[in-house]
Nanobody
Framework: QVQLVESGGGLVQAGGSLRLSCAASGRYSYAMGWFRQAPGKEREFVAAISWSGSSTDYAHSVKGRFTISRDNAKNTMYLQMNSLKPEDTAVYYC??????????????WGQGTQITVSS
């Protein structure tokens, strides 16, 4: 079992930056990632990172603008979001799964944090 707690959400103007954090607790090593859900839309994959940090994956819509990273000593994962666009507005969820290869179907979810990008 793992518990995930996101922080760092808020309101930002288009073109701005934000950094999300996700603090994890649990006994095992997990791949981690981020999903998001905009109003009226389905939840979608954003980014993922392996336990070691050596492998990362991004949705096409955020590649080159978002960077995922982790600090296992702090049990924390980050999402640095630059050049934010209004279409990035969504609730962002931290996720975790035992295997990186199946992180897009994660077993564990955080409660979500709201990101609003104004135009």
């Amino acid at each position: 079992q793992v518990q995930l707690v996101e922080s760092g959400g808020g309101l930002v103007q288009a073109g701005g930056s934000l950094r999300l954090s996700c603090a994890a607790s649990g006994r095992y090593s997990y791949a981690m990632g981020w999903f998001r859900q905009a109003p009226g839309k389905e939840r979608e994959f954003v980014a993922a990172i392996s336990w070691s940090g050596s492998s990362t994956d991004y949705a096409h819509s955020v590649k080159g603008r978002f960077t995922i990273s982790r600090d296992n000593a702090k049990n924390t994962m980050y999402l640095q979001m630059n050049s934010l666009k209004p279409e990035d507005t969504a609730v962002y969820y931290c996720v975790a799964h035992r295997t990186y290869g199946t992180i897009r179907s994660p077993a564990y979810w955080g409660q979500g944090t709201q990101i609003t990008v104004s135009s």
